[in-house]
C-alpha cells in the first residue's frame, strides 16, 4: 500500500507498556508523530533505513523503535507510559532526494502519512 496503515493503539494504564506498529511500502526514512488534544504536532522519533534513530527528549529512555528484517513494519515500543502521551501517533514515510542526508533534511520527497492511531493513557 502507498499510504502508511498503523495499528496497536488504545486505552492503557499509566506506567505500562504499549507496541504500534506501522505497515508501509520501503522508504528512506520512517518515523512516527503525534498530536495530543490542545497541542501541535511533534516528531517522536525517526529510523532511517541504514538503522539510525533519532528520538524526541520527551520519549528517550522510554520509547523504541526498530523495523523488520524487510523494512516493511516500523514497531515502536512505549514503556512507562504517561498521560501526556495521549494523542493521535501517525506514521510517515518518505524518501530522501539524497541518501547520505539525514531524516530531518528538507531535502526529501513526497511523505506519505498514515490515518493513524489513538493512544490514551491514564493515570
Known amino acids: 500500500q502507498v499510504q502508511p496503515v498503523e495499528s496497536g493503539g488504545g486505552s492503557v494504564q499509566a506506567g505500562g507498556a504499549l507496541r504500534l506498529s506501522c505497515a508501509a511500502l520501503?522508504?528512506?526514512?520512517m518515523a512516527w508523530v503525534r498530536q495530543g488534544p490542545g497541542k501541535e504536532r511533534e516528531g517522536v522519533v525517526t529510523?532511517?533505513?541504514?538503522?539510525?534513530?533519532s528520538y524526541a527528549e520527551s520519549v528517550k529512555g522510554r520509547f523504541t523503535i526498530f523495523q523488520d528484517n524487510t523494512k516493511e513494519t516500523l514497531y515502536r515500543h512505549m514503556n512507562n507510559r504517561k498521560p501526556e502521551d495521549t494523542a493521535m501517533y501517525y506514521c510517515v514515510a518518505w524518501n530522501l532526494e539524497t541518501y547520505s542526508d539525514s531524516c530531518a533534511s528538507a531535502r526529501s520527497g513526497k511523505k506519505y502519512w498514515g490515518q493513524g492511531t489513538q493512544v490514551t493513557v491514564s493515570s
Open positions: 520501503p522508504r528512506n526514512c
Open positions: 529510523i532511517k533505513s541504514d538503522g539510525s534513530t
